[in-house]
């Protein structure tokens, strides 16, 4: 392994072995599956340990919550067994929690979601699952600002995915700064931290006393999730290779405006592993978010009732919405997600009449069509 020189002139070997996988986020949903079925086959913990008590979760009917410590399972109280549905949620602290648990138990994640796909077969649905690679060398691969500035340079490539930085105080006049590539309600986004900044504000301590450490982590979602999981549970790789590979695959930085030269320090990081590539299906997701926020945020009840009160010739001094409709026009943001969604299912034709429907002002076509893979 080449030898890091720091500058202050001390010799220091980053080496792949001081750099981890954790699992750091999971949430599961369990069909046909009751919660005494969930704890003995899977969780392997006593149902009297949990405490019990009414809860419920957006866009879900479970009324019920089983914690453990940070670990929770919502469920339906009295449910049918056709009905019966377990959502299993780790938090990082839990995912922490079950680790050292799984450790007690002479087990690890592997084995874990082994027994997952074996168990539960066609019987669960993966809907989020955080993996987070570690670098705790004293000399770190990278430095996070190093690769914002590769990002605002425009040299990297991830599937035409955007970046954006956010900061934030940590001690003093001391800043930490999060690269995020990807969105957060795509299948796949990258984010890239000083864990050791944020563990040393978390735990009121000297960032010295908790060492360097760079974090690198990957948010899968849906079927992106689900894939990641079965294939952990086949792969004879560690954890740590499947990530790299996952990386590989999905995002390189470059030294040079044309993308033809990858740093040095970012093929160290990697190593010798071949790209992963997982089969996937792209989704457009906001105009499934706006219906989402249609249906569950008030608005379908709301045009409802306005409906209501005009076919009962009740609506006093108020719109007539449904007549409204006819005259409203649609907002710059929306005709985005539109068009977006019309690429999506092949109905281009229909692109020119949604710009007769949009606001004029500001509006450039050009800039509307995206042919930006989904994230």
Known sequence: MPKVIDRRGRGLKTSQKNVTAKIDWLQIIFYQCSIEELLETLLKIEKDCFLVEKAQIRYKEYDVCYSYGSLKIYTYDLPAFEESECYLVFSGDACSLYERLLHSLESNWVMFFQQLVTQFSQRFKVKRLDIALDDRNKQPYFKVEQLIKLCKKKRYESRKRKFHVTESNVAGTKTSKTLYIGKRTSDVMFRIYDKDLETAQKEKRAVQEIGSWKRL?????????????????????????????????????????????????????????????????????????????????????TLKAFDFLANHGALGNLQNMLQAIQDAELSRPLTKKVVDHLVDIGREDLIEEIYLLTKKENLKKDKVIQSQAPL
């Open 217 to 301: 982590e990957v948010e899968f979602k849906r079927d992106v999730a689900q894939a990641i999981v079965e294939l952990i549970s086949k792969n004879t790789d560690s954890l740590e290779e499947l990530m790299r590979s996952f990386v590989k695959q999905e995002l390189n930085f470059y030294s040079d405006d044309e993308h033809t030269k990858i740093p040095r320090f970012w093929e160290r990081y990697l190593g010798n592993v071949a790209p992963l590539k997982i089969a996937r299906k792209y989704e457009i997701r906001g105009l499934k978010d706006t219906e989402q926020w249609f249906v569950f945020g008030g608005g379908l009840s």
